[in-house]
């Protein structure tokens, strides 16, 4: 079953305009959350994350954005650029608890930014 | 300098065999991970070691052995080789009981 899902498996957006990518989960007792951005053939490179006690995260072009009540997740990109072209997962884990550091993974997202 | 870096990139092997990949992480993590991405594109974790000591056991059949020499090394050895095994394997590390995990670059498994 999984507890973290991505539904929509790719996004296209236009170079200069926002990319907003969607997560939702199903275990409350997730903590933290976090987004890891993956190219062809290379591993899952960390992006961004936030802290349950937050609603909002934000570093440079990209913002995260968590709504705890909805169980829901979203990645903004602004503005997108090419080369941020990659499949963006999700991902969570519940490190008051005592899964000790486990990722739980949705399963990408494709995101296209066209010049 | 690579941070988590994981041998081979590729493995292409006949079922029945026993394999097995590296994996080594110079950042000073102290817990180690290797997770698997299957055909339908979900990682999901299979071992979690910290400081050589096995924490996360998920169902995973035993002809999948971690080991781990030093908190910088943890490697993995396959048994008998089933053609549901091909996968992209993940090597991670982090500091202890921390989420940002950092990957190496996946080794693909093919079974034939």
Redesign the interface.
């Known amino acids: 079953d ?1 507890q973290v899902k991505q539904n929509s498996p790719s996004l296209s957006v236009q170079e200069g305009r926002i990319s907003i990518l969607n997560c939702d989960y199903t275990n409350s007792m997730f903590d ?1 959350f ?1 987004w ?1 951005k993956k190219y062809p ?6 992006l961004i ?1 936030i802290s349950s006690i937050k609603d909002k995260n934000e570093d440079g072009r990209f913002t995260v954005f968590l709504n705890k009540s909805a169980k829901h997740l979203s990645l903004h990109i602004v503005p997108s650029q090419p080369g941020d072209s990659a499949v963006y ?1 999700c ?1 969570a ?1 519940a ?1 008051r608890g005592s ?5 739980y ?1 949705g ?2 997202t494709q995101l296209t930014v066209w010049p | 300098d690579t941070a988590v870096s994981q041998t081979p990139k590729y493995l292409v092997t006949q079922m029945g065999n026993d394999k097995s990949i590296k994996c080594e992480q110079n950042l000073g993590h102290d817990t180690m991970y290797w997770y698997k991405q299957d055909s339908k594109k979900f990682l999901k974790i299979m071992f979690s070691y910290n400081n050589k000591e096995l924490i996360i056991n998920e169902t995973v059949p035993n002809r999948f052995s971690p080991k781990s020499p030093d908190k910088a090394h943890l490697n993995l050895h396959i048994n008998s080789l089933e053609l549901g095994d091909s996968a992209v394997y993940f090597c991670a590390s982090s500091l202890w009981a921390k989420s940002e995990a950092f990957f190496g670059q996946g080794t693909r498994l093919t079974v034939v």
């Open positions: 999984q933290y976090l890891y053939a290379e591993g899952p490179t960390f994350s997962f991902a884990s490190e899964t000790l550091g486990r990722l993974f399963r990408g």
